[in-house]
């Protein structure tokens, strides 16, 4: 595998670790457990990293050195693809002839590797996107930078190069067939899953009193990177037009925002604590750093209600994790979020991103019989993806992409 841009072993929810980095290496230890030796090839990032770490049996992340270790925006990451490549065909020429047999790539920039990768060594390439830029500037969050033409460029290269290209949904396919000419026969799409030992129901009250949350209070949670895209002002605005109709709700409102700065976010990394006072809402806004999985199955499992309020998701990995906890989620109707949330079944689909709209959700999920049913309806929702499934998936789409290698594309 390769993962350039961003260290499956880094934290999710700052920088640029977020969705995929779980994505890929709950991925790579549910293959190791097919029987599947996984390397992950990604950027070292510190002079202090061993060169090849174990994340689990059968999976190793191996760090490359390609420019500085530090300091690097994913902007300029381009201009390090060729060292970068250069030191995976290294790492693969140490090995006996013929030591890999699929080449899985994560992510534009990883694909260009990828591409490369698959010609020298005479396997296929199988590629996920995550995001794309096409579909991210159809979609641009107030304030934030559109992608620039070089990757909407590179995307499209990756996707001709690819024998196979995973979509996290059924709307994703239609993405890739539609904005970028992909072969709909070399689509293949495979949900995410969820870890369904670590993200399950909790005590609520017993949870609540371990992270300071009062017993009968109103759990309003956004986690995830602070960024435009993800939209976390979405909520404070909500939740601001929420009080101005029912003042009575602020003794027990609590809106913690779990995450860090990324992306064009830090450029701003106060800017949503700026946002909350404006709005008055330091008193019911609680800024929480970055925090494990574990960690993080506990908040979900502590609120009320997990808000998703992004521009865009491919898949929406926060809501699928916070429905595994029985906690329903508040959502755009945007992307795979559609897929992961089943509309007033386990949580709520909102249209937009009006304050006033998202307020009204927020308000009917408050309600407790109307929570309640979420509830329930959120733990059937998340039963639907597993890591287990997405791996098999996965490992049939790699057999596929072996007998399909050489095929002449469309």
Not at 64 to 81: D, I, M, N, R, S
Not at 172 to 180: F, S, V
Not at 244 to 269: F, H, K, M, Y
Not at 359 to 384: F, K, S
Request: with cysteine.
């Amino acid at each position: 595998m390769v993962s350039l841009h961003t260290s499956p072993l880094d934290q999710p929810g700052t920088g640029d670790a977020g969705g995929m980095n779980v994505y890929v290496l709950e991925l790579a230890r549910r293959l190791a457990r097919c029987g599947v030796e996984v390397d992950i090839f990604t950027r070292a990032t510190s002079s202090a990293l061993d060169p090849v770490v174990s994340a689990g049996d059968g999976v190793s992340v191996r760090h490359v050195h390609a420019g500085p270790f530090e300091g690097l925006t994913k902007a300029e990451l381009p201009a390090q693809l060729c060292v970068f490549a250069r030191e995976v065909l290294r790492a693969e020429a140490e090995q006996p002839l013929g030591h890999y047999d699929v080449v899985h790539s994560h992510y534009w920039l990883s694909g260009q590797v990828g591409a490369l990768a698959r010609d020298r060594w005479g396997v296929p390439l199988v590629h996920s996107m995550h995001t794309m830029a096409k579909v991210k500037n159809d979609a641009l969050a107030a304030g934030d930078v559109p992608e620039p033409a070089a990757r909407t460029i590179g995307e499209e290269q990756v996707v001709a190069a690819a024998d196979l290209l995973i979509a996290n949904t059924d709307l994703e396919a239609k993405q890739l067939i539609n904005l970028y000419d992909a072969d709909p026969g070399r689509v293949e799409v495979v949900h995410p899953g969820v870890d369904l030992t670590v993200f399950q129901p909790l005590d609520r009250v017993r949870t609540r009193a371990e992270l300071g949350l009062p017993a009968d209070a109103y759990v309003l949670l956004f986690a995830g990177r602070i960024q435009p895209l993800k939209a976390p002002d979405v909520l404070l605005r909500a939740v601001a037009v929420l009080l101005a109709r029912a003042p009575q709700l602020r003794s027990r409102l609590v809106v913690p925002i779990v995450g860090g700065p990324s992306g064009t976010g830090l450029d701003r990394p106060e800017s949503l604590h700026a946002l909350a006072a404006e709005l008055g809402l330091l008193d019911v806004v609680r800024f929480v750093p970055p925090v494990t999985q574990a960690e993080l199955a506990r908040w979900y499992a502590a609120a009320t209600a997990v808000a998703v309020p992004s521009y865009n998701e491919s898949f929406g990995l926060v809501a699928a994790e916070a429905q595994a906890t029985g906690t329903p989620v508040v959502a755009a109707a945007v992307g795979g979020l559609t897929t992961v949330v089943r509309d007033r079944h386990s949580g709520l689909l909102v249209d937009g991103h009006d304050p006033a709209a998202w307020a009204d959700a927020l308000a009917c999920v408050l309600d407790d019989e109307v929570r309640l049913r979420l509830e329930t309806g959120a733990l059937e929702q998340a039963r639907q993806f597993s890591w287990e499934a997405t791996a098999e998936r996965t490992l049939a789409g790699y057999e596929r992409a072996r007998t399909m290698m050489g095929e002449p594309v469309r």
